[in-house]
């Protein structure tokens, strides 16, 4: 089993939709949470990090965190064409300044 | 921008050639970090270290070896390169937000031949 899962997609939203994709971890130490997002041939960035139960709002993006049913979520409200790249979930456990990355899933917002 | 450079951003070497990778910071961080991405695998970690002379494996370092003799220096170093070590390489830096967080430089496309 793998530490992080995403489904790789793609994901395909009509522009103005809400955007929903999903993580799951399988260690119950896990700690921080993060989603970055990748565009085609750059490198990642840093737009979520959630660290306890509940929902967070930066924007159009929530994050939302499950530690009993182990997942994490980002919903992007109001999705735009510009919002296509590959988005990647990332989990670091108590006390490690390692962080494991899941495969990513890709979006494509259909104008 | 988190000040981070990496160079070279793209080589090709042949089989068997040494490569070296710089990842340059200027923001005084601790730890620093290298990755590999490809298809299928995501962001797989093969070196981090936390601070001057202070490293560790990650879980594909077979064949990389990496140097930090400066804060902001962090080197990786691929003895004898094999076309299997064809990927884009990613530095990143951790310790600007105190909770993991890492930011990424812009990536070393590598092919070997």
């Known amino acids: 089993q793998k530490e992080v899962e995403q489904n790789s997609g793609p994901l395909s939203v009509p522009e103005g939709a809400i955007a929903s994709l999903n993580c799951t971890y399988s260690d119950r130490g896990s700690q921080s949470f993060f989603w970055y997002r990748q565009y085609s041939g750059k490198s990642p960035e840093l737009i979520m990090s959630i660290y306890s139960n509940g929902d967070k709002e930066d924007g159009r993006f929530t994050a939302q965190l499950n530690k009993a049913s182990q997942y994490v979520s980002l919903l992007i409200r109001d999705s735009q064409p510009s919002d296509s790249a590959t988005y990647l979930c990332?989990?670091?456990?108590?006390?490690?300044?390692?962080?494991?990355f899941g495969i990513g899933t890709k979006l494509q917002v259909i104008p | 921008d988190a000040g981070i450079t990496q160079s070279p951003r793209h080589k090709v070497t042949e089989t068997g050639t040494p490569v070296t990778l710089r990842c340059h910071q200027t923001e005084n961080h601790r730890y620093m970090y290298w990755y590999r991405q490809d298809p299928g695998h995501g962001l797989r970690l093969i070196h981090y270290?936390?601070?001057?002379?202070?490293?560790d494996k990650g879980e594909v370092s077979d064949g990389y070896s990496v140097s930090r003799s400066k804060t902001e220096d962090f080197l990786l170093t691929l003895e004898s390169a094999t076309s299997s070590q064809t990927s884009v390489y990613f530095c990143?830096?951790?310790?600007?937000?105190?909770?993991?967080?890492?930011?990424f430089g812009p990536g070393t496309r590598l092919t070997v031949l």
């Open positions: 990143a830096i951790s310790g600007l937000g105190g909770n993991n967080e890492q930011f």
């Open positions: 270290s936390y601070g001057v002379k202070d490293t």
């Open positions: 990332a989990v670091s456990l108590r006390g490690y300044q390692k962080v494991t």
